[in-house]
T-cell receptor
Framework: DAKTTQPPSMDCAEGRAANLPCNHS???????VYWYRQIHSQGPQYIIH???NNETNEMASLIITEDRKSSTLILPHATLRDTAVYYC?????????????FGTGTRLKVLA | EAGVAQSPRYKIIEKRQSVAFWCNPI?????LYWYQQILGQGPKLLIQ????????DSQLPKDRFSAERLKGVDSTLKIQPAKLEDSAVYLC????????????FGPGTRLTVT
């Protein structure tokens, strides 16, 4: 089973920041937080990952709380093309298989 | 660089028939994954290959599903015989090495079993 909890859906106005929360209260020290998104009729796409420090790349920022029990993915200026299902995943990097277990994600709709 | 290629994109079969899906990963990627995505759910890993060896097939229904990656490049996933509950999108993904954060997904094959 997925070890994360996400709201099933969110709306965001175009041009505004989209803040997608994720709860992972049982995360262990060996587990990283990863975010993927899946645009309709496409395969999932990697966005960003982190362990404990905040991370930023050209797509998004990842804010992880100090206790690591939750995180937020931030899309700073959402566009219509950001409409997708966003998956938050925790993965044990010492497991040997490095398996991703996807939950049901958050369906983000960016409104014009 | 070329992405992960999958074929066919769509397939409709009757229950008890067999079907095969093909995947060509990104060149140089050692790890290949097959996922099943049922409508409204996230992808579920069926099998993971490292080169031509199986790393994890714990979620593969081995009585009807099989997969191979004979030369460590292309892979095929077969279902025989298909059941109605096998209707799903079958996604192939690859990564440069096992454990790499970024898995690159293909467009998937949408299977409908009637």
């Amino acid at each position: 089973d997925a070890k994360t909890t996400q709201p099933p859906s969110m709306d965001c106005a175009e041009g505004r920041a989209a803040n997608l929360p994720c709860n992972h209260s049982t995360i262990s020290g060996n587990e990283y937080v990863y975010w993927y998104r899946q645009i309709h009729s496409q395969g999932p796409q990697y966005i960003i990952h982190g362990l404990k420090n905040n991370e930023t790349n050209e797509m998004a920022s990842l804010i992880i709380t100090e206790d690591r029990k939750s995180s937020t993915l931030i899309l700073p200026h959402a566009t219509l093309r950001d409409t997708a299902v966003y998956y938050c995943i925790v993965r044990d990097v010492t497991s040997g298989t490095y398996k991703y277990i996807f939950g049901t994600g958050t369906r983000l709709k960016v409104l014009a | 660089e070329a992405g992960v290629a999958q074929s066919p994109r769509y397939k409709i079969i009757e229950k008890r028939q067999s079907v095969a899906f093909w995947c060509n990963p990104i060149s140089g990627h050692a790890t290949l994954y097959w996922y099943q995505q049922i409508l409204g759910q996230g992808p579920k890993l069926l099998i993971q290959f490292q080169n031509n060896g199986v790393v994890d097939d714990s979620q593969l229904p081995k009585d009807r599903f099989s997969a191979e990656r004979l030369k460590g490049v292309d892979s095929t996933l077969k279902i025989q015989p298909a059941k109605l509950e096998d209707s799903a999108v079958y996604l192939c993904a690859s990564s440069f090495i096992q454990g790499a954060p970024e898995q690159y997904f293909g467009p998937g094959t949408r299977l409908t079993v009637t």
